[in-house]
């Protein structure tokens, strides 16, 4: 069966420090990945999408990046954080078909101080 | 662009009571609509989903249908328990780019009382 990992579950940063978020997939082949977004007082936002390694698309102009180095695996990054990076992260996969079900990671909670 | 608008939460109701949380939903074409419900402490997972208008989605005694004369997918169960307790996701699908976006509302957070 197939599985998604995220980690950390719960991060507190400081400003201008670097963020790494890692998320991986198990138990299925080329799979699309995201990341989302859900800041306080607004619905789950996509933030970056991927379709196989190495191609990353962006949906929001932000102070975040993403990577995927490995065909299940899927990177959120930062050089410098900002107040407004707080929120809460999820990391989901679907199996690039039409009308598809996306699967979900337990998320992160990112409080930036 | 699309957009979902779901209803503002919270909602608390009683054991065995009626329950709606509207979804209305702008998008060009005909999306695929889904709600997705988070349970505490968990990600987010599916619940159900129709495909075309008219389509009902069912499960767990939740239901939803598409219509897209209104453009509305509105979730409902006939008699809640405390285990439904969670936060509710209307989303809709843009498939763009080889990728299944979905575009999120607010969430709705149920609290259901013994």
């Known amino acids: 069966s197939q599985t998604i990992h995220q980690w950390p579950a719960t991060l507190v940063q400081p400003v201008g420090s670097p963020l790494s978020l890692e998320c991986t997939v198990e138990g299925t082949s080329n799979p699309n990945l995201y990341w989302y977004r859900q800041a306080a007082g607004r619905g789950l936002q996509l933030l970056f999408y991927?379709?196989?390694?190495?191609?990353i698309s962006s949906e929001v102009p932000q102070n975040l990046s993403a990577s995927r180095p490995q065909d299940r695996q899927f990177i959120l990054s930062s050089k410098k954080l900002l107040l407004s990076d707080s929120g809460f992260y999820l990391c989901?996969?679907?199996?690039?078909?039409?009308?598809?079900?996306?699967?979900f990671g337990q998320g992160t909670r990112l409080t930036v101080v | 662009g699309n957009s979902v608008t779901q209803m503002e939460g919270p909602v608390t109701l009683s054991e065995e009571a009626f329950l709606t949380i509207n979804c209305t939903y702008t998008a060009t074409g005909y999306p695929s609509l889904f709600w997705y419900v988070q349970y505490p402490g968990e990600g987010l997972q599916l619940l159900l989903k129709?495909?075309?208008?008219?389509d009902k989605g069912s499960n767990k005694g939740f239901e939803a249908t598409y219509r897209k004369e209104t453009t509305s997918f509105h979730l409902e169960k006939g008699s809640v328990q405390v285990s439904d307790s969670a936060v509710y996701f209307c989303?809709?699908?843009?498939?763009?780019?080889?990728?299944?976006?979905?575009?999120f509302g607010k969430g709705t957070k149920l609290t259901v009382n013994p």
């Open positions: 989303a809709l699908s843009d498939r763009k780019g080889g990728s299944e976006k979905l575009v």
């Open positions: 989901a996969w679907d199996r690039g078909l039409v009308n598809t079900e996306a699967f």
């Open positions: 129709a495909t075309k208008a008219d």
């Open positions: 991927s379709v196989g390694i190495g191609q």
